[in-house]
């Protein structure tokens, strides 16, 4: 299973981004996806999450800022950021969880925001 991120970049604060992660080879059945960020000299942190059945979770941090989403047909789950702010600045990476409790890593992609 490979995962491709794509959509960081350099942002304004206050500014959007929308991040896309695609999944493709032999998936098995995915029980959900999530997207993860380090920033410099920080532990990796949990940014939202979203179920099969499309429940979603999100930390304190980014919530009512950042939206996931999925298109199950292709196997493709989407961060919507707004209002980005500094402490947003990381390397944005995508899970996959699979029912058969394999996870599987994307390569991560940079989101920096600064004027």
């Known amino acids: 299973v490979q995962l491709q991120a794509s959509g960081g970049g350099l942002v304004q604060p206050g500014g959007s981004l929308r991040l896309s992660c695609a999944a493709s080879?032999?998936?098995?059945?995915?029980?959900?996806m999530a997207w993860y960020r380090q920033a410099p000299g920080k532990e990796r942190e949990l940014v939202a999450v979203?179920?099969?059945?499309?429940?979603?979770n999100y930390p304190d941090s980014v919530k009512g800022r950042f939206t996931i989403s999925r298109d199950n047909a292709k196997n493709t789950v989407y961060l919507q950021m707004n209002s980005l702010k500094p402490e947003d600045t990381a390397v944005y990476y995508c899970?996959?969880?699979?029912?058969?409790?394999?996870?599987?890593w994307g390569q991560g992609t940079l989101v920096t925001v600064s004027s």
């Open positions: 080879g032999s998936i098995f059945s995915i029980n959900a």
């Open positions: 899970k996959l969880y699979q029912h058969d409790a394999r996870e599987y």
């Open positions: 979203i179920t099969s059945g499309g429940n979603t």
